[in-house]
């Protein structure tokens, strides 16, 4: 009986390790919350650099079951430059700018919703609140991980990397930051 158990503990643990091993990225996200999740990617250095300059990061880390738009670096480039230095300003090894702790707040409270909202889930028509209070709307049907989102002033943001797995929610890739 004990070498019974034995065994089949041991081809458990080596089944884990061969999951693990073949999905290292799905693997690691799954054991990271989202803004850790997020800083392990690079594309979105700027808004991790945010969230780290206004002092969210620890609520963020303990926050459960959340929604991140997260805009990409590339995303935050095509707003306008003066607001963008406010509050997505780039890391510089100089110790230049850092966000605006209210402002840089403000623009990521915009990008969270509560609940854990996969791409599938964002169908035309539906409404969602952000922490901030801003309106958003779903534009397009999400199934394909391509929903456009309508935000304030007119603003919208196409998912360009959606239903990326964190510990305490799940976060989209957006193409536009939903601030103006």
Not at 61 to 77: E, G, K, L
Not at 85 to 98: C, I, V, W, Y
Not at 137 to 153: E, K, L, M, V
């Amino acid at each position: 009986m004990h070498r019974q158990a034995s065994a089949l503990t041991g081809l458990a643990l080596a089944a884990g390790l061969a999951a693990a091993l073949a999905l290292p990225g799905a693997a690691l996200a799954q054991q990271r919350n989202c803004i850790d999740t997020l800083a392990g990617m690079p594309e979105y250095s700027r808004m991790v650099n945010a969230v780290t300059h206004s002092h969210m990061v620890n609520e963020l880390r303990t926050m459960q079951n959340i929604t991140i738009f997260a805009p990409t670096n590339a995303a935050i480039d095509q707003v306008n430059q003066q607001i963008v230095d406010r509050l997505f300003p780039r890391e510089s090894a100089g110790g230049g700018r850092t966000a605006d702790p209210l402002l840089a707040t403000a623009a990521i409270q915009a990008h969270i919703v509560n609940g854990r909202i996969p791409a599938a889930a964002l169908a035309q028509g539906v409404q969602l609140t952000t922490l901030g209070s801003t309106q958003l709307s779903i534009a397009a049907a999400g199934g394909d991980r391509t929903a456009t989102i309508n935000g304030p002033g007119g603003i919208t943001a196409r998912i360009v990397q959606g239903d990326i797995a964190c510990t305490n929610g799940v976060i989209h890739g957006i193409d536009h930051a939903l601030v103006r």
